[in-house]
């Protein structure tokens, strides 16, 4: 009896041993069968993404030509928070590059911080009003400086691609964007919101641009608001002595007959043939400046840091 046991015992510690070997054996080749499907699916991506590489643009994927958006800007108590709503419009706007050019000596910090925390490519530049102009008791030219730098930018750095001047207290549809990216020479649409006819626009009759509707001709060629046209990078190499005269009222004119010669007929007209209303000269209310700030009695307060952001007289 104790030897058919000590038979049965032996008996069993085998399969045992035997089973656990199987276990073992079918885990190593889990393992390896793991191993070789991560490494296959890695190599595999690789291979694909490389594949990918070598593939042309499809027509979606075709770079876009840049856009030169040139924003004239000057510290007044309005315009970090009009900078702030320009800026987070161009966010939607691709291969673009916002010229800030502010009517100052040096640049502003606050500027400079509110432009970084948008994440908007830019240039941050600046271009003073020339003394003649600050003391004058009439209309002073204001941004025509700042424009004329956002030229001398361009001709220095750019080749190709398209200008435009968009006012920082304007009200922009993306889509205006998208349609003057392609502009051969000069395009142009309507604008909303300008003198007392609520529009400047082309007039377009039978497909052809006849003339301009606007409240205030003015003896103008082109009676247009500086948000309702945008030109060519190529073209402005084209025409070197081109620029803005420091003229009040007559900015837009001035730059637009400086491009000549130019003729009606290469003149595009979008916003669906001047038929929409793509942007809105929209002006912000003018805010006081900002009272005093008693330091003594909000010490060690928060409002102690926002009253670096307000501006003083």
């Keep these: 009896m104790t030897n058919t046991h000590t038979h049965n015992s032996n008996s069993n510690s085998n399969k045992m041993t035997g089973s656990l070997s199987n276990k073992m054996a079918l885990g190593k080749s889990i393992k390896m069968y793991l191993t070789?499907?991560?490494?296959?699916?890695?190599?595999?991506?690789?291979?694909?993404?490389?594949?990918?590489?070598?593939?042309?643009?499809?027509?979606?994927?075709?770079?876009?030509?840049?856009?030169?958006?040139?924003?004239?800007?000057?510290?007044?108590?309005?315009?970090?928070?009009?900078?702030?709503?320009?800026?987070?419009?161009?966010?939607?706007?691709?291969?673009?590059?916002?010229?800030?050019?502010?009517?100052?000596?040096?640049?502003?910090?606050?500027?400079?911080?509110?432009?970084?925390?948008?994440?908007?490519?830019?240039?941050?530049?600046?271009?003073?009003?020339?003394?003649?102009?600050?003391?004058?008791?009439?209309?002073?030219?204001?941004?025509?400086?700042?424009?004329?730098?956002?030229?001398?930018?361009?001709?220095?750095?750019?080749?190709?691609?398209?200008?435009?001047?968009?006012?920082?207290?304007?009200t922009y549809d993306v889509n205006i964007f998208e349609q003057m990216r392609y502009t051969k020479k000069v395009s142009m649409w309507p604008v909303g919101l300008v003198t007392k006819t609520g529009v400047s626009s082309p007039i377009i009759r039978e497909g052809k641009l006849d003339g301009y509707y606007d409240g205030w001709i003015g003896g103008r060629k082109y009676p247009v608001d500086m948000a309702g046209f945008a030109v060519s990078v190529k073209f402005l190499h084209e025409r070197p002595n081109a620029k803005m005269p420091f003229k009040p009222g007559y900015e837009e004119d001035g730059f637009l007959r400086s491009l000549a010669p130019l003729q009606n007929s290469e003149i595009e007209l979008l916003a669906d043939e001047c038929r929409d209303i793509l942007t809105w000269h929209t002006q912000t209310k003018k805010n006081p400046p900002a009272q005093p700030f008693n330091a003594t009695r909000y010490a060690n307060t928060n409002l102690a840091f926002i009253e670096k952001l307000l501006v003083r007289p």
């Excluded at 993404?49 to 770079?63: D, F, G, I, K, W």
């Excluded at 003394?131 to 190709?160: C, F, I, M, W």
């Design 36 to 170: 070789i499907f991560v490494a296959t699916t890695c190599i595999y991506m690789v291979l694909y993404q490389y594949h990918l590489s070598r593939q042309p643009l499809t027509a979606n994927e075709v770079v876009k030509p840049p856009l030169y958006i040139i924003t004239p800007t000057y510290r007044r108590p309005e315009q970090l928070a009009e900078l702030t709503r320009l800026g987070y419009t161009l966010k939607h706007v691709l291969n673009l590059l916002w010229l800030v050019i502010e009517d100052a000596n040096k640049t502003n910090p606050l500027v400079a911080h509110t432009l970084d925390r948008i994440g908007v490519p830019y240039e941050y530049l600046v271009a003073p009003m020339p003394e003649q102009y600050k003391h004058t008791k009439k209309a002073k030219p204001r941004g025509v400086s700042n424009r004329n730098r956002g030229l001398d930018y361009l001709r220095a750095n750019a080749s190709e691609g398209v200008l435009y001047f968009a006012d920082d207290d304007n």
